[in-house]
C-alpha cells in the first residue's frame, strides 16, 4: 500500500511565495509520475504540474513561470514552488502519485489535500 502525505498550504498575502511537499510512502518499487492538482468549491479537480520520472515537468497555463514542481528520487518527494502567488491560486491542493508496487501492481494514489490562501 502507498500514501501520499502532503504539507505546507497555510495563508499568504499575494505576492508571496510557498513551497508545497508530498512525500511517499509504503510498499513503494517505482514512482514513474507525481503532479500536483487544485480544487475549488463547485469546480472540478485540475491539473497544476506533473514531473515524469523525476524529469519532464509540465505547467498548467495559469501557472508556467511561477509556479516550480521538483522531485527527489530518493525520498520519493515532489515539491510545489509557488510565487508571485495571486488570489486566483486559492485552493486544496492534492498530490497524485503513479506507479508500480513491490509486488509489481501499478498504483495510482491521492494525498489528502493541503489549502492554500492567498491573500489580497
Known amino acids: 500500500q502507498v500514501q501520499l502525505v502532503e504539507s505546507g498550504g497555510r495563508s499568504v498575502r499575494s505576492g508571496g511565495s510557498l513551497t508545497l511537499s508530498c512525500a511517499a510512502s509504503?510498499?513503494?518499487?517505482?514512482?514513474?509520475?507525481m503532479a500536483w492538482y487544485r480544487q475549488t468549491p463547485g469546480k472540478p479537480r485540475e491539473l497544476v504540474a506533473e514531473?515524469?520520472?523525476?524529469?519532464?515537468?509540465r505547467y498548467a497555463d495559469a501557472v508556467k513561470g511561477r509556479f516550480t514542481i521538483s522531485g527527489d528520487n530518493g525520498k520519493n518527494t515532489v515539491y510545489l514552488q509557488m510565487s508571485s502567488l495571486t488570489p486566483e491560486d486559492t485552493a486544496v491542493y492534492y498530490c497524485?502519485?503513479?506507479?508500480?508496487?513491490?509486488?509489481?501492481?501499478?498504483?495510482?494514489?491521492w494525498g489528502q489535500g493541503t489549502p492554500v490562501t492567498v491573500s489580497s
Open positions: 497524485k502519485s503513479m506507479g508500480q508496487d513491490t509486488s509489481w501492481r501499478s498504483f495510482e494514489v
Open positions: 509504503g510498499s513503494i518499487f517505482t514512482i514513474s509520475r
Open positions: 514531473i515524469e520520472d523525476y524529469e519532464t515537468a
